[in-house]
């Protein structure tokens, strides 16, 4: 059975054709990078007008990448949210009008969905139940998948996803954007341990918080700019001190993701995670989760990098399944910018804590290093 995927959800527009839920035969991505990295991060019109241009092109690729035609087709599957709503009608769009012109059933999928099934893209893929960490520029969440359509929501970010506070941490080092990538490997020439920023464990609650933890990155940065007013962050300045604060920032995030993760391995006594979302691209969480998983004997699935960020062939996936499962979306189908997934309940229970949390508000104490 192939699946036409299509996800236009932000600024990459992409199409792929999978093969039985399992198999990509295709997965195309047109990047914007060059479109948005003057201005330090997305802007939705222009995303929204790249990808009316875009679209095509790539579909037309996709198929033509997989040695499929349009006849081929058993349906296509479509993300319609969250997302930017400018860019996910342009995807929807074109979807509906492909699926009336060439009589080909339309599918609807959750972007969120689609993040949980691209684990199941690998050779190795896991058994249900299984945990699902997403961490990705706009979201963080933390899911037991019982099966498919069944969800139990354990946790959410409360203020800024993990991505976006790798985003607005690499604006405020002039490090450019994206800025998960930069950090990633920037942070090899630094020193973790050189500022103690805070971790924000939100008690009683697997929920996320990054908000503060940029705060503090910004006092630091302030603090420095008004000690050595003559130098500049980025580019070595400050005797390299933009590795250190960069190293410890990221050590602060993977902490905080990895110590949740373990909580609820621990309470649910669930021996399988997957981690999918931009952010599981980032190599120092793909490795101390590695060394997680082993501590704890659960068995860990890490999807590929390029299966990590926004891609069609997470999409066509998930509509794989929503196909078997009998779902159709019509030519009334909207798209929304804030959608959750479908039959998603939530609990909020005390996590077993693993050790006391802390946080650090002054300046001194996050400092570790004389100027």
């Not at 296509?76 to 995807?91: D, F, R, T």
């Not at 999928?109 to 961490?135: D, K, M, Q, T, W």
């Not at 090899?188 to 503090?216: C, H, I, M, W």
């Amino acid at each position: 059975m192939r699946i036409l995927g299509i996800d236009t959800s932000c600024d990459d527009t992409s199409a792929a054709v999978v093969v039985d839920g399992r198999t990509i035969a295709s997965n195309i991505v047109s990047s914007q990078f060059a479109v948005h990295r003057k201005y330090g991060g997305i802007v939705p019109e222009l995303a929204s007008r790249r990808h009316v241009e875009m679209i095509w092109p790539v579909v037309r690729e996709s198929l033509h990448a997989a040695g499929t035609t349009l006849e081929d087709l058993d349906a296509i599957a479509v993300c319609h949210g969250p997302g930017l709503i400018g860019s996910l009608l342009v995807g929807s769009s074109f979807a509906k009008s492909l699926s009336f012109a060439a009589g080909i059933p339309l599918v609807a999928v959750n972007h969120l969905e689609g993040h949980v099934y691209s684990a199941f893209l690998e050779e190795r893929c896991p058994e249900y139940p299984f945990l699902s960490l997403i961490a990705s520029g706009g979201h963080t969440s933390l899911l037991i998948v019982e099966g498919f359509g069944r969800y139990l929501e354990l946790g959410r970010t409360r203020d800024d996803a993990a991505g976006e506070a790798f985003d607005k941490v690499a604006k405020l080092l002039g490090l450019g954007y994206p800025g998960g990538p930069v950090i990633d490997r920037l942070s090899r020439e630094g020193n973790r341990k050189a500022f103690d920023f805070p971790r924000a464990y939100v008690p009683q609650s697997y929920d996320f918080s990054f908000s503060g933890l940029k705060t503090a990155v910004r006092n630091v940065v302030r603090h420095l700019g008004q000690t050595s007013p003559a130098q500049e962050l980025g580019g070595g300045g400050l005797s390299g001190l933009t590795a250190d604060i960069a190293a410890s920032f990221q050590a602060a995030v993977v902490d905080v993701l990895v110590r949740k993760v373990e909580w609820a391995i621990v309470r649910k006594g669930i021996r399988r995670v997957t981690l999918s979302g931009g952010v599981a691209a980032n190599s120092e969480l793909r490795r101390r989760m590695a060394e997680m998983a082993a501590d704890r004997a659960v068995d860990l699935f890490l999807p590929s990098a390029s299966l990590c960020t926004d891609n069609a062939a997470m999409i066509a996936a998930a509509g794989f399944h929503r196909f078997m499962a009998g779902d159709r979306a019509g030519l009334d189908l909207n798209p929304k910018a804030s959608l959750p997934l479908p039959s998603m309940s939530s609990e909020q229970e005390a996590p077993c804590s693993l050790e006391s949390s802390r946080t650090v508000t002054t300046i001194s104490s996050i400092w570790k290093k004389p100027l």
